[in-house]
């Protein structure tokens, strides 16, 4: 059974009561169960983490390195949050250990602030989401299954 690694960056942890007109009312456990479930639709395994602390998630894109260089991984999805546009660091370990990446925002940031509309991570994505609000997990796990 190959796993899919489901990293939630900063502030994620607040979601539920974090700008809910943004984000919506939806609480990070509340993703988990969407993610464990279109998992089990994919009899996918599911690892579900959230940091607030970039070298923590760089070290989770090593530890997805390692999984994908076993042939167990079918792939990460990650909401890097606020490092998504700051972050070369993140850049560099999805480059270095050549994972399949979704990079996925619940909001549309090409709708919000100018500084939202850079990702450093796009470039070393194979596919980016945005806008779908918190379905977008369910949907880009959906598309994982389906590469
Ligand atoms: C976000 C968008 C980012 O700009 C922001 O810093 C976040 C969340 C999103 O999911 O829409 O923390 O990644």
């Known amino acids: 059974m190959k796993t899919v690694y489901v990293l939630n960056g900063p502030n994620l ?5 974090r700008e809910p007109a943004v984000y919506g009312v939806h609480t990070l456990a509340d993703v988990e169960q969407m993610c464990a479930a279109a998992c089990a639709r994919h009899g996918l395994a599911l690892q579900f983490r959230q940091s607030n ?6 070290d989770w ?6 999984c994908h260089a076993r042939g167990e991984l079918a792939g990460v999805v990650l909401n890097a949050g606020a490092y998504t546009h700051t972050s070369v660091a993140l850049l560099d370990a999805i480059k270095g250990t050549g994972i399949t990446l979704i990079e996925l925002h619940i909001s549309n ?3 919000r602030e100018s500084f939202r509309h850079h ?3 796009s470039a070393a994505a194979r596919a980016v989401m945005c806008g779908f609000g918190v379905q977008g997990y369910a949907l880009a796990i959906d598309g994982l299954a389906q590469m």
Do not use: K, P, R, Y
Not at 13 to 17: A, E, F, Q, R
Not at 53 to 58: D, F, N, S
């Open 13 to 17: 942890n607040l979601l539920g009561t």
């Open 53 to 58: 602390h970039e070298g923590v998630l760089v």
């Open 61 to 66: 894109i090593h530890e997805a390195g390692q």
């Open 109 to 111: 940031v090409f709708a």
């Open 119 to 121: 990702s450093w991570i």
